[in-house]
Structures are given as C-alpha cells and as structure tokens.
C-alpha cells in the first residue's frame, strides 16, 4: 500500500505518514493518532495482523545482543496498549463531584427528606457510581466511588430497615461495609458496621447488633462515628441483653468522648459522618435504660433530649421519645395509663403517613408492659386500633 493510500485508509494526511516513515521509533504519536492506529490493528484481520507482529518481532531481534534470549514473550501488542488504555480511563471530575455532593446530602439532612422522593434518585445514583467503578481505571477516582456507593447503598439500607424488609436491608448494609474497605477508608466501615448493628437490633438479634458494634468501634478509633458506635449501637443492644454495667459504662464513654469531637447543636443526621449531638446520645441512653426497666435514668435522659428534639422537626424523633417516655410511665410504680396512652396517640399522630418499623415495634413493647400491669383494660383499645392501622399503612 502506497504512503497515500496509507493515509487515506487512516484519514490522516499524507505527510504525517511520510514523517513517521522518516523518523521511525524516535516519533511519539498524539494520543489521538495512537488511537486510530490502534483501533486499525484491531480491525485487521489475521493474517494482516500476523505480519504486523512477525515485523515487530523481526525488529526487536535487530535490538538485541547475541546470547540466550530467554522465554519468548508472544504476547499480542494491541492487547497490551488495550489494557494501557483501560487503565487511564478517568471520569469527568465534574461528574464525580457533582454524584458524590447529591449522595452526601442525602446523608446529612436525611430526616428532612421525604423518602419518595429521595429513595428513587438515590437508586439511580448508586447504579450510576457502579457504572463508572466499572469504567474508571485511576485509583484515586475508583476510591471517590466506592466512597460514593458506600453511602448510597448505607442508606438504602437504612431506608429497607425502617420498612422492615430486612433481608434487602442486610444486603445493602453489608455492601456498603464492602465498598468502605474499598475506599480504604476506616471511618466508612465504621460507619457501615453502625448501620449493620441497627439492622440486627430491629431483628432482635441484640448479640450480633453487639458485636457488630463492637467492630465498629475497632474500626472508627478515635473517629466521630466512635460516639454513635458506643451508644446507638452497643449500650443499647447491651440494655436488651440486662448487661446494666454495660450500659452505664458505654454511655459515659459516649459522652468522653464527644469531648474530643465538633459536637453539633441540636439534633444531627441519625446516620450522619460526623459526631452524635449532646441529644442524640441522651435519646439513645434512655432507651438503653428503657431495657432495664429503669425509668427514673429515662425520664433524666429525655428531660435533656426533649428541647433539641422538638425543635427538629423529625417526627420520626418525637415519636420515638413519645413512646419511650410513655414505655417509662408504665414501669413507674405510681403509673398513669390515661397519660402514656395519650403519649404513644400523640407518637402516631407525628408520625403521620411515614411509618418505620421501630416505631411499630416500640408501640407493640408499650402495650406488652401495659397489658401485663393492667391487663386487657378498655383504655388500651384506642392504642391497639392505632397500631393495627400504623402497621397496615407500613405494609
């Protein structure tokens, strides 16, 4: 083929050809002529092919000093630049940031968000990230992905817990443990083992919601998620198990170590990266000690919870407290039922159309102590109907 009819066939012009015929192996090719010639040899066929590798072979044999060559190497060149190319596939940068923000937001305002609107998006956004995981060829991007993924799936998770279905819920935990090792990064497996241990306490499997957290714990280190870890994770699994010791132990420590922390005002993301709030590990203390049966530390922990958690907006966290508080009216020993019914009522009505599973379960434990003190009493009837409808809107 003619020099001409070369450059024709490649759509380059004819003194490229020329110059790379003249300088031979001192030329250096832009990325873009790179391309086109590889994209050539992987078109041709066999026998074009062949002579190609035969010539390149002819050449380095021209290369070498005389002596034992050694195993040959017959490697297919193009396979070798195809597996050069892959690796240096890299994603818009603009891309990533623009996926990882919309990811993390959801995180950290994700009781304010409404789920049908969130959950969809967050779907498409993880189906994304493991597109591009697949694509991406440089390191430091693969791991902005993973780290990406982790938290969509993390709170995927969270979202499958809440509606009881909890082998998705497992699943989804459990992969985002996978993407934050990964990432490589301690603070997300941290993290992720928090959301596993949350999964497991609504299974009421309270020793493996334990040890989950424990391992968490090992993970986060000196890290914000330590907080959480310590008691939303350990103090309360160890409050079903009646380990009271441990209870009062962790949540001290819950509250060292916020010391060490940017401790947020109010009420922060119950699945944020950051630090628990000063409230948050006084809501989660008072249901650890709810466990024990010991209302007086409830009452204490909520009276300092109760402000923060108002003035949030979370119905979900109103609710929850609700019930808590009204669990603890039962156990006292001057107890109100007209009062704790009218608290968990009030619990359904802020939670309104967006039922979550501990929330149901808690409702259930309320009538549980309330049935075995009083009884089967009319007053109870108005918090059973309730429940029933809670649960028919949840499935």
């Known amino acids: 083929m003619s020099v001409r009819a070369f450059a024709a066939h490649l759509g380059v012009a004819v003194a ?3 110059n790379w015929e003249r300088r031979g192996a001192d030329i250096r090719l832009r990325d873009e002529t790179a391309e086109i010639l590889d994209l050539d040899l992987r078109m041709a066929d066999e026998e074009v092919r062949a002579r190609f590798d035969a010539a390149l072979a002819d050449r380095r044999l021209g290369e ?7 195993p040959v190497v017959d490697e297919n060149v193009s396979e070798v630049l195809e597996r050069i190319h892959r690796r240096g596939r890299q994603v818009d940068p603009e891309i990533l940031r623009r996926l990882s923000n919309e990811v993390l937001d959801v995180v950290a305002r994700y009781e304010e968000l409404d789920h049908a609107e969130f959950v969809p998006e967050l779907r498409r956004q993880r189906v994304q990230a493991e597109s591009l995981i697949d694509v991406c060829g440089r390191p430091e991007q693969r791991r902005q992905l993973f780290e990406v993924a982790c938290a969509a799936s993390g709170v995927l998770g969270y979202v499958a817990v809440g509606q009881g ?3 998705l819920a497992e ?3 459990a992969e985002a443990f996978q993407l934050g090792e990964c990432a490589e990064r301690a603070e997300l497996m941290a993290w992720a083992r928090g959301l596993q241990s949350f999964c497991a306490y609504y299974l009421q499997d309270y020793t493996t919601a334990l040890d989950l ?3 968490g714990l ?3 280190g000196a890290g914000p998620q330590s907080v959480r870890l310590a008691v939303n994770g350990a103090a309360r699994a160890m409050g079903r198990l009646g380990d009271a010791q441990g209870v009062h132990r962790l949540v001290g420590e819950a509250q060292e170590m916020q010391s060490r922390h940017d401790v947020p005002p109010g009420i922060a993301s119950s699945i944020g990266l950051g630090c628990y709030s000063e409230a948050q590990v006084s809501s989660n203390a008072a249901t650890a ?5 010991m209302p007086n530390q409830v009452r204490r922990h909520l009276d300092r919870a109760l402000p923060a958690i108002d003035a949030a907006g979370s119905p979900w966290g109103r609710a929850l407290v609700k019930i808590d508080l009204a669990t603890a009216v039962t156990q006292d020993r001057q107890a109100d039922l007209e009062q704790a019914c009218g608290l968990v009522l009030a619990a359904f009505e802020d939670a309104g159309d967006r039922p979550v ?3 149901q379960q808690r409702a259930v434990e309320f009538t549980r102590y309330a049935t075995q003190r009083w009884g089967q009493v009319r007053d109870l009837d108005p918090v059973h109907d309730a429940t029933s409808r809670f649960w028919g809107a949840r499935a």
């Not at 000690?289 to 049966?293: E, K, T």
Request: with cysteine; glycine share 10%; charged share 15%.
């Open 64 to 70: 070498v000093t005389p002596g034992d060559p050694g």
């Open 16 to 18: 490229s050809v020329s």
């Open 213 to 215: 957290a424990v391992d």
């Open 171 to 173: 699943a989804y935990c």
């Open 218 to 220: 090992r993970h986060a």
């Open 357 to 359: 599973v501990s929330i």
């Open 165 to 167: 279905r909890f082998p």
């Open 289 to 293: 000690y709810l466990s024990l049966g």
